[in-house]
């Protein structure tokens, strides 16, 4: 928990596409096996930059004071959607006061008309802009220059495809020192972008970095100072572009007993809201020290904050269904660091006769940067204290009754776990 700030108000303006959830869930009710029926229950939550703005505010309390302009917000045209939320905890349906609602499915969406009236350039002093550009209108239509104000800390969470329309095209990327850019790495994936999944850490990261450097397809995102690309609930890495050595350096954020996607899979739903959990916890950090963020533990903050709502869901409150947002926001601010972090190894690109490229680092191993010591003495650390104790900071692959830490050996395992999980969900009538 940080000490209160003095009595200086920070100034927050918020921009973005406007959009609210209809949350739609159902459950049995009664006391007894004669008096069960079924009932629908509902709520109506604020998303994207709506959700970051109420979650921050009870981020900020007692600690930082701040005040959020979201007038812009009333000028954009509003997106009505819908899910469908389903109680984890209780599989026979049964209500219960303490059920955790989760999203199983997105129901669709309409847009509500309204005026679109065009934005006038804000010349206050803002401490912080929040952006959330969900690839509906507010891209096309919004110029950033009449937007931006220079030197001020500009967090944007973004979606495939990346930096395209107006507001991109009008970007002052030269003057972005201070701009942070949050994606999902799935948007990346559709932009027809090669990253590995669930093979290994270093792999995914190697191809990321690989990706954003030299992919003419997004390597524009290595013209931003900063971008934060998150691993469904199991990691993240952070882009540095540091321009005065025309250097990009990345650091992997990393569950080293999980991969990408193991969420998801114990979750059996829809994973939700990662991009602003990160919005928040990095706007927390950034109001509490714009002159040095703590970006390490922004990422580590917004991660947990990510897994909390997604593992906890929802709550049943006031006869509605909402966001535990004391609860979410007490998470969000212990800065506890749950995932390890590493420098991921430069790429270190050399070309082949035949015109295609080389990953110099193509063996990096996150176990020799993390460890000192050599083979034999891990070893014997493992035989005394367990794996899991001995080795806290390295990826470990677990396949049934066998454990490995040596990254070859997890892709080859997981490789062939892939073929056969692909070969389960296909009726086939040959082995």
């Not at 990261?205 to 397809?217: K, M, R, S, V």
């Not at 917004?302 to 966001?323: D, E, S």
Request: aromatic share 10%.
């Amino acid at each position: 928990m940080k000490m209160k700030q003095n009595g200086e108000i920070k100034q927050v303006k918020l921009y973005g596409d406007n959009l609210n959830t209809n949350i739609i869930g159902s459950a049995y009710w009664g006391n007894s096996r004669d008096d069960i029926y079924k009932r629908f229950l509902t709520g109506c939550e604020p998303d994207g930059v709506k959700f970051v703005s109420r979650l921050l505010k009870y981020m900020c309390e007692g600690s930082i004071s701040i005040l959020i302009n979201e007038d812009s917000l009333s000028n954009q045209r509003v997106y009505n959607m819908y899910a469908l939320y389903k109680d984890m905890n209780n599989p026979d349906g049964r209500m219960n006061i303490n059920s955790s609602w989760k999203k199983v499915s997105d129901l669709g969406m309409e847009r509500v008309d309204c005026e679109n009236v065009s934005l006038v350039h804000d010349c206050s002093t803002q401490d912080l802009i929040i952006i959330d550009d969900k690839n509906l209108c507010f891209r096309r239509q919004m110029n950033s220059q009449t937007l931006m104000v220079n030197d001020t800390w500009t967090l944007i969470n973004t979606k495939f495809p990346l930096i395209q329309g107006q507001f991109w095209d009008t970007y002052p990327i030269a003057n972005s020192n201070r701009t942070v850019l949050v994606i999902d790495v799935d948007q990346i994936r559709k932009a027809s972008i090669q990253v590995s999944k669930r093979l290994s850490w270093e792999r995914t990261a190697l191809d990321l970095i690989w990706g954003i450097t030299y992919n003419p397809t997004i390597n524009i995102l290595s013209s931003f100072p900063y971008v934060i690309v998150y691993l469904g609930l199991e990691g993240a890495i952070l882009f540095e572009n540091v321009r005065a050595s025309n250097k990009i350096y990345a650091t992997l954020f990393f569950d080293p007993k999980s991969l990408e996607g193991d969420g998801n899979n114990r979750l059996g739903g829809k994973l939700e809201k990662i991009g602003e959990c990160i919005l928040s916890t990095m706007a927390y950090e950034i109001l509490y020290d714009q002159d040095g963020p703590d970006f390490s533990r922004g990422i580590q903050s917004g991660m947990n904050l990510a897994r909390f709502l997604n593992y906890n869901g929802l709550i049943f409150k006031n006869g509605v269904l909402t966001y535990p947002y004391k609860d979410l926001a007490e998470t969000a601010i212990k800065n506890e660091e749950v995932f390890a972090s590493v420098l991921v190894k430069d790429p270190n690109i050399t070309k082949l006769q035949l015109g295609g490229a080389h990953n110099a680092n193509n063996d990096w191993a996150i176990i020799n940067d993390t460890e000192k010591e050599d083979l034999m003495e891990i070893s014997k650390r493992i035989v005394v204290n367990g794996v899991e104790h001995a080795l806290k900071k390295v990826p470990l692959g677990k396949f049934g009754a066998k454990m490995t830490f040596d990254r070859f050996e997890i892709e080859q395992l997981n490789s062939i776990s892939q073929v056969l999980n692909e070969y389960v969900k296909t009726k086939q009538r040959k082995p």
